[in-house]
């Protein structure tokens, strides 16, 4: 799957792709120098879809080249999903010309496309004009053209830019019978899990921190900022009592500890999370705190169903191309 990021320097673009697909915070972001031509990376949205993000560089020179005879064929090609984006606070004339051939470009070597996103970014700077950017940008196409775009002002800073391309990439979701058959896979072993255990269990894609689905359906949250397990250096004087211990034991048998399962815990309920290999997390949260509850949990963290959803991520079967 192609996603287009596309617009004139400036705009977030790369800001936007960075919170949005790999879980960055936004002051890790402010100050990203300017994009050099084309940056393209993969990532696997939600756990369920391969995206492969064409950030382009909006400086001048860059444009340019994208929109010469020996390149446009390469840059608008096989777009799944093309995504413009400007600054709502800087209304250049040249931006009309730009959205021009884009939105040109994209229906001629896209044909397929149905859909052209625009992103009108920094509405929460005070000196935001996204109605003269849209009057700018709908000057410059035909009433055809119009209709397909959707048109929405958000800002990076506040969120609402991450919040629009999620909701973008699962509309793709919903077109994929590949990655719909895969989230069925997922589903039918969580529901297993359910099913052995008084508690729900949530399944987050690592990288982007989205929820990938859950036993009580799918739900609006946070990304859950919970990258990996990993033992601290404040954790280190564990791992020196731990061979002190093994030392008097008289094992030789001493290997690396690792951060395997968190537990928190309400006055109602626990809530268990583990890592699922590298690429996503599993979190339960049980019905009650009866001690049957818990080591069940920890049964199922060691069943075959829990080995079955670790296969899943383990062999592959995610990363594949739209």
């Known amino acids: 799957m192609k996603v287009l990021l596309f617009g004139p320097a400036g705009a977030g673009k790369t800001s936007l792709m960075r919170t949005a697909c790999q879980g960055y915070n936004f002051m890790k972001v402010a100050n990203l120098p300017p994009t050099k031509g084309i940056s393209r990376e993969n990532f696997i949205f939600r756990g369920l879809m391969e995206i492969n993000v064409w950030d382009a560089g909006g400086q001048e020179r860059y444009l340019k080249d994208y929109f010469s005879d020996t390149k446009r064929d390469f840059v608008f090609s096989e777009v799944t999903t093309p995504v413009f984006m400007v600054d709502a606070s800087a209304p250049e004339p040249e931006i009309q010309e730009v959205f021009a051939k884009f939105v040109?470009?994209?229906?001629?070597?896209?044909?397929?496309?149905?859909?052209?996103?625009?992103?009108?970014?920094?509405i929460d700077l005070h000196d935001s004009k996204e109605d003269e950017i849209l009057k700018l940008l709908l000057d410059g196409v035909g009433e055809e053209v119009e209709e397909k775009l959707e048109v929405t002002p958000v800002s990076v800073k506040q969120g609402t830019a991450q919040h629009r391309l999620i909701e973008i990439l699962d509309t793709e979701i919903q077109k994929s019978t590949l990655a719909l058959q895969r989230l069925g896979k997922i589903r039918h072993i969580m529901d297993?899990?359910?099913?052995?255990?008084?508690?729900?269990?949530?399944?987050?894609?690592?990288?982007?921190?989205?929820?990938?689905?859950?036993?009580?359906?799918k739900f609006q949250s946070e990304p859950l900022e919970f990258m990996k397990l990993e033992l601290s250096s404040l954790d280190l004087n564990i791992y020196q009592i731990y061979r002190k211990v093994m030392d008097l034991k008289k094992s030789c048998d001493v290997t690396p500890l690792q951060l395997s399962i968190i537990v928190y815990e309400s006055e109602n309920s626990y809530i268990i999370i583990k890592e699922l290999v590298n690429e996503a997390v599993i979190m339960a949260a049980t019905d009650n705190k009866k001690e049957e509850v818990y080591f069940d949990v920890m049964k199922v963290f060691n069943s075959t169903e829990f080995k079955e959803l670790e296969k899943i991520f383990t062999n592959g079967e995610f990363h594949f191309s739209m």
Do not use: C, M, W
Request: charged share 20%; aromatic share 16%.
């Open 104 to 122: 040109s470009y994209i229906f001629q070597y896209s044909p397929h496309i149905e859909n052209v996103y625009v992103l009108l970014n920094k």
């Open 192 to 217: 297993k899990l359910k099913r052995s255990t008084l508690a729900d269990y949530f399944l987050f894609n690592r990288p982007d921190g989205l929820l990938i689905t859950s036993t009580l359906g």
